[in-house]
């Protein structure tokens, strides 16, 4: 047994259904094998864990119409390959139910119940124009570059998604 | 080998086979053995490294027909 918990750190830069899945899969694989784990989110990685109803309100002009175009939820992402206008993702998620797969949703809700800390990064949150209420309820708290290296620095597994 | 608690994980693959052991485990006293069955192959190579990095013991697996049953001993609380 471990004396002090390994930790992994992942980055999620990426906005698309399968390397969000990706991530949690490593990440609640994790937490499975008692590491300490934390998911930082970072620009379009930040759609992973937008609310999927709510209207994001940001200030400004440019925010607003940023936020129509990128709305972001679980429930819009993309694929990488084969997106096909949407119909990508629909046939992932029946391909995934067959084979009793979670959904992002499900990954998401396990991760936090096991511990993964959710954090979104401020200054793209501060770029985008997205208050803290624009995420969803699993999200651990928001956090900046110089938490995530020190983070990284102590962990032995780092990952850029 | 006589298991003390099973856990059925036929039809689900990587990673719930590992999460719902790591859960599973919770329920033992120390030295009881849990048995995991599984039909994902990953499970073979899975369940000895998830052993190694949370100290607990694989004790072995068999072949059932098309599922892989694995012995795990908690060794800790």
């Known amino acids: 047994m471990m004396a002090e918990k390994e930790k992994l750190t992942i980055v999620l830069f990426s906005g698309e259904l399968d390397k969000a899945l990706a991530a949690f899969m490593l990440a609640t694989t994790g937490a499975s094998m008692g590491m300490d784990v934390t998911i930082f989110f970072t620009f379009w990685g930040l759609n992973v864990i937008k609310k999927n109803e709510a209207k994001v309100k940001s200030k400004g002009f440019l925010r607003k119409m940023f936020n129509i175009v990128n709305r972001g939820g679980s429930k819009r992402l993309k694929l990488t390959h084969f997106n096909m206008l949407g119909m990508g993702p629909v046939m992932i998620g029946k391909l995934m139910k067959e084979i009793n797969m979670p959904s992002i949703d499900e990954f998401i809700t396990m991760a936090q119940e096991m511990g993964v800390k959710l954090m979104p990064c401020t200054t793209t949150c501060g770029l985008m124009g997205l208050p803290e209420d624009a995420f969803r309820s699993e999200v651990t708290s928001l956090a900046g570059a110089a938490f995530f290296l020190n983070e990284a620095r102590q962990s032995k597994v780092t990952l850029f998604i | ?77």
């Open chain 2, 1 to 77: 080998m006589k298991a003390d608690k099973t856990l059925d994980c036929v039809g689900l693959y990587c990673p719930m086979p590992i999460v719902k052991t790591a859960a599973k485990i919770k329920e033992l006293k120390v030295g009881e053995i849990l048995e995991i069955q599984a039909d994902d192959k990953g499970i073979k190579l899975d369940m000895p490294a998830w052993c190694q990095t949370t100290g607990h013991e694989c004790l072995g697996m068999e072949e059932v027909g098309k599922e892989i049953h694995v012995y795990v001993r908690k060794k800790h609380d």
